[in-house]
């Protein structure tokens, strides 16, 4: 079984603080995917990686950034969380045949 | 730009029945389409996968695709109350990337 594991489950944090949420999957995938997801707007890609080192921005990158140094671990920075930004945040885990296997969530707070 | 449809619902089915859950694609290219599950404050779970015009059977779950039309459907029998979440369809973009389209979901109810 794929096993895509998040860092923090609930986060609380103050506004314009740097935020970082991590995420790791199990399986040597190549691909993996950060989204948002919020009430009436559905998940919303924030940005994605298909290598080490590599990414791309989703539909809404802005306020965000990314890292992957490591091909197991894609991590999302959130560079001065603001309240807008209080949201359920989802890591998926790509298989090649686009299977994308998720995290169980960051829910995370911004006051 | 590709485009997932669902309706919102909820969709309401007595225990017991079959749910019928439908989605529409605007790409005709699109080749697979993928059925997630997703209760209240949870991730969204894969359930089902369809590659081809047809159906594809597990268990209670079949996913019906017909390209013609441009629609995809999961069919649910005998629904329980634990089968009560959001239901999301997602067909992949185009490109390489392992990017999923995703639909804004279906909510089902079960009443027992």
């Known amino acids: 079984d794929v096993k895509v594991t998040q860092s923090s489950r609930y986060l609380v944090k103050r506004t314009g603080e740097k935020v970082f949420l991590e995420c790791v999957q199990d399986?040597?995938?190549?691909?993996m995917f950060w989204y948002r997801q919020d009430p009436g707007l559905g998940l919303r890609l924030i940005y994605f990686?298909?290598?080490?080192?590599?990414?791309e921005k989703g539909d809404i990158p802005e306020g965000y950034s990314v890292s992957r140094e490591k091909k197991e671990r894609f991590s999302l920075i959130l560079e001065s969380a603001s309240t807008n930004q209080t949201s359920m945040y989802l890591c998926?885990?790509?298989?090649?045949?686009?299977?994308?296997?998720f995290g169980p969530g960051t829910r995370l707070t911004v006051t | 730009q590709k485009e997932v449809e669902q309706n919102s619902g909820p969709l309401s089915v007595p225990e017991g029945a079959i749910a019928s859950l439908n989605c529409t694609y605007s790409?005709?290219?699109?080749?697979?389409f993928f059925w997630y599950r997703q209760y209240s404050g949870k991730s969204p779970e894969l359930i089902m996968f369809?590659?081809?015009?047809g159906d594809k059977e597990d268990g209670r779950f079949t996913a019906q695709l017909n390209k013609a039309s441009q629609y995809v459907s999961l069919l649910i029998r005998d629904s329980q109350p634990s089968d009560s979440a959001t239901y999301l369809c997602?067909?992949?973009?185009?490109?390489?990337?392992?990017?999923?389209?995703f639909g804004q979901g279906t909510t089902l109810q079960v009443k027992p």
């Open positions: 399986m040597d995938h190549e691909n």
């Open positions: 990686s298909y290598d080490v080192k590599m990414k």
């Open positions: 998926a885990s790509v298989a090649d045949s686009y299977e994308q296997y």
């Open positions: 997602a067909a992949p973009n185009s490109g390489n990337t392992g990017k999923l389209i």
């Open positions: 790409d005709r290219g699109s080749q697979s």
């Open positions: 369809i590659y081809s015009n």
